[in-house]
């Protein structure tokens, strides 16, 4: 048995993933013709043997709860510990908004965590399309004395992030909130924390008792100003956290380059998802596929370019998709030309249809809607 | 508890006329189009049909069949008073335990796991044909008769029927002969290996059967004359849709290439879906100079050459400037930049390298076939391997 726990936070929706997000929460985002973005933090954990995590989640949660089901694809389902849901259960009756903050998260599950028999806590955000070697984290965790450690990134995100100022002594100095693009002498955060229990539990008190409830801002800013330790771990492959279109449709489209999914999807730590019964993609006599990512199960029978193909996607002949994500059970007609669009699951595109969106600008196509 | 019907799948066969594909894993475990192994027809027709309870009786090399097998999970037949349930030979206190010596034998021998389940009736599968049916509706014929067997056949050429166990009927529409590949056949209904035995009779035959030396414990050549000869209700359950015996090289890439075609047999029918277990991978890749006709891939593929009228299995790579027509690659088999496998199967994690050449087109020579490689075989650099080939694991070419 290891001594860490898991709790990844996936109530947030961000209002800049506008459709997308309109029935789920953006932990629960189809990405990679395959997968949900929270398969990543679940198998990141997976695979560095830690199958004992909670899930934190506040509203929209059915499509995540569907997904998640008993945990048995990441082996979480078991006879103790395991996969545990966690809806909002502490919170006061008058309690109607989001939380206000990742430490008001934890504090509606506080008995929950109270209960966690296990020395270390991995804090991960949902919407992190990474695959981090949390087994080298734990060892770094271990062979330092920080009481957390966060997981920092070498790329240079192109959304609002919080960034960490190194000293000399590896241990970090000072937080910049909410900043954009690169500044020097400084590295973004990828919101994964390993927090000892005890430290988790005293910030969260704190926190409470001040009502201040922001992780960086509020908890992480005071831990320090005390004097805390809290050392890094540099993720140098593959990561992106996604919060708006322009981020999914990028981290989509990343996944086209092998050396981005070599770095996403290795083989000694596979990411795992929901089974879904396994018939083979057929590509027919007129079929031509260049740069494109397939899911099983699908019918293609017209061009594909630089798309991104979920699970279940009929595409009819003389059809042309181009720099296209297409969700799970998608339908397009014959002859219809698709160009920079987001299909949510169950759309149907009828034929003889052209429909352009630019790269900037991506035109998102709702669940279920027939064009 | 008492069960209507329970299954029991006869998948102990080497098959022997698969030959390198079948070196390290019986035939019921070999990868077929695509997604599947072979056995994943049978097991999930029995999901499909409400049948809960499948004892798998396996003898040739079952560890890997075991481990894919597992608890049943992938087919559903992970339940509680039921499931799927491996059965190999096995030794009894005081006696001489014995490998299988025959399809009835097989089952004898596991007449006290049936028991567990007190079936009314016991489906007898075969783990080495492709079709998809519906039991219940074959289970529903056999009790409206009446019938203490009920055998699926199939409408077959005079031609064909010489080779396979042939049906007449008599006025009643019960069975009134059977002959196993008659030179002069009576009939053109084919016995498809697929049984529905009520149990006490079928107990009574098998014991029976067990006590005659000179039987050769066989379903076909014993049990059925047998049963035939005392004058038992024998129904035939006409089955007219796709059904294949894959047991030979020629009838499994046969079959592999009807699963291109969708009128044959539809694998995308939401109302009858084929399991399998599936492997973790990602989807698969398309590269800018590949070019994918008329074929099914699987995921976790990587295609960066060309790709016609094949079926590959997950986790196939095809470098640049490589073809593949008209073939069958197993999971993980590699054909590297500028290699070309043509008419031919290749077993798993295979590889074939650069500029390599495997089987070609047919030219109508007596000797043409498709050329076959087991798995885990290197094809060395700029080799070539003729067609009608047979290339074993541990052979160096």
């Known amino acids: 048995m290891n001594n860490y726990h898991g709790i990844i936070f996936a109530y947030k929706s961000y209002p800049e993933l506008r459709e997308l997000v309109a029935e789920r929460t953006a932990a629960s985002l189809p990405i990679c013709s395959r997968y949900r973005l929270i398969d990543f933090a679940l198998s990141s954990l997976r695979n560095a043997g830690i199958v004992d995590v909670g899930v934190i989640m506040q509203r929209d949660y059915q499509s995540l709860l569907d997904h998640l089901g008993s945990g ?95 000293g000399e002594d590896g241990y970090v100095m000072q937080v910049l909130f909410d900043r954009i693009g690169p500044s020097q002498g400084s590295m973004p955060a990828l919101e994964c924390y390993i927090i000892n229990k005890d430290t988790l539990l005293r910030l969260m008190d704190r926190c409470r008792a001040l009502d201040k409830y922001r992780f960086h801002q509020d908890a992480i800013s005071m831990f320090l100003r005390e004097g805390g330790k809290m050392g890094t771990y540099i993720h140098r492959t593959y990561a992106r956290v996604i919060k708006d279109v322009d981020g999914y449709y990028a981290a989509n489209m990343d996944l086209l380059d092998p050396a981005n999914r070599a770095s996403l999807f290795p083989a000694s730590r596979p990411v795992r998802t929901k089974l879904e019964s396994g018939v083979s993609t057929y590509y027919g006599t007129e079929a031509t596929s260049k740069n494109s990512l397939v899911a099983d199960n699908c019918i293609i029978e017209g061009t594909l370019e630089n798309c991104v193909v979920f699970t279940g996607v009929h595409v009819g002949k003389g059809s042309v998709l181009k720099n296209c994500i297409i969700m799970k059970d998608g339908v397009v007609g014959t002859d219809t030309r698709l160009d920079y669009v987001i299909a949510d699951k169950d759309v149907t595109f009828s034929s003889n249809l052209a429909i352009t969106g630019t790269q900037r600008l991506p035109i998102v196509v709702p669940k279920g809607a027939e064009v | 508890m008492s069960k209507t019907c329970i299954a029991m799948l006869l998948a102990g066969g080497q098959g022997s006329r698969l030959y390198a594909l079948t070196q390290d894993v019986a035939k019921p475990g070999v990868p077929f189009g695509g997604k599947y192994r072979i056995i994943d027809f049978p097991l999930s027709n029995c999901t499909n049909s409400g049948i809960d309870t499948v004892g798998v009786l396996t003898q040739y090399r079952p560890q890997q069949l075991n481990s894919y097998i597992g608890s049943g999970q992938p087919w559903d037949l992970d339940v509680d008073d039921g499931g799927v349930y491996i059965l190999p030979p096995y030794q009894t206190a005081g006696e001489k335990g014995s490998w299988f010596t025959g399809t009835a034998n097989a089952i004898y021998q596991n007449i006290s796991f049936i028991e567990n389940f007190d079936p009314e009736n016991v489906l007898i599968l075969s783990g080495d044909h492709i079709y998809k049916m519906d039991y219940a509706e074959m289970l529903r014929e056999h009790l409206n008769h009446n019938a203490a067997l009920t055998i699926a056949v199939q409408q077959v050429s005079l031609e064909e029927a010489t080779r396979l166990g042939i049906m007449s009927t008599g006025g009643d529409g019960f069975i009134s002969e059977f002959e196993e590949k008659p030179a002069h056949p009576k009939s053109d209904l084919a016995s498809m290996g697929i049984y529905i035995f009520n149990w006490q009779k079928l107990r009574e035959y098998l014991i029976a059967d067990e006590n005659d030396p000179k039987s050769s414990k066989d379903f076909g050549k014993n049990i059925i004359p047998a049963m035939l000869s005392a004058g038992e209700r024998l129904w035939p359950y006409r089955f007219s849709g796709y059904w294949r015996d894959v047991g030979t090289i020629t009838s499994l890439w046969d079959a592999n290439m009807d699963m291109l075609s969708t009128t044959l047999i539809n694998l995308y029918d939401p109302a009858w879906p084929i399991y399998s277990r599936s492997p973790v991978c990602p989807p698969h890749f398309t590269g800018e100079s590949s070019s994918v006709v008329h074929s099914i891939i699987s995921e976790g593929c990587e295609i960066y050459g060309r790709v016609e009228n094949s079926v590959l299995s997950p986790s196939v790579k095809v470098g640049k400037g490589a073809t593949v027509l008209y073939s069958v690659l197993m999971p993980g088999a590699v054909v590297e930049d500028g290699a070309s496998v043509e008419y031919a199967i290749i077993g798993e994690r295979t590889v074939i390298h650069q500029r390599a050449h495997v089987g070609s087109e047919p030219d109508g020579s007596e000797s043409w076939g498709v050329a076959t490689c087991g798995p885990d075989i290197q094809i060395k650099e700029g080799a070539a391997v003729p067609a009608g080939a047979m290339v074993y694991t541990g052979e160096e070419v």
């Open chain 1, 72 to 166: 048995k694809p990441w082996d979480m389902s078991r006879r103790t510990g395991g996969l545990r849901m966690l809806p909002p259960f502490g919170l006061p009756a008058h309690h109607r908004g989001d939380y206000s903050g990742t430490i008001e998260a934890l504090n509606s599950v506080a008995s929950y965590i109270e209960d966690i028999p296990k020395k270390h806590i991995v804090l991960m955000i949902g919407n992190l399309c990474a695959n981090i070697n949390l087994r080298e984290v734990c060892r770094v965790h271990e062979e330092s004395d920080a009481e957390i450690t966060a997981v920092c990134a070498n790329y240079e995100p192109d959304v609002l992030h919080n960034r960490y100022v190194v």
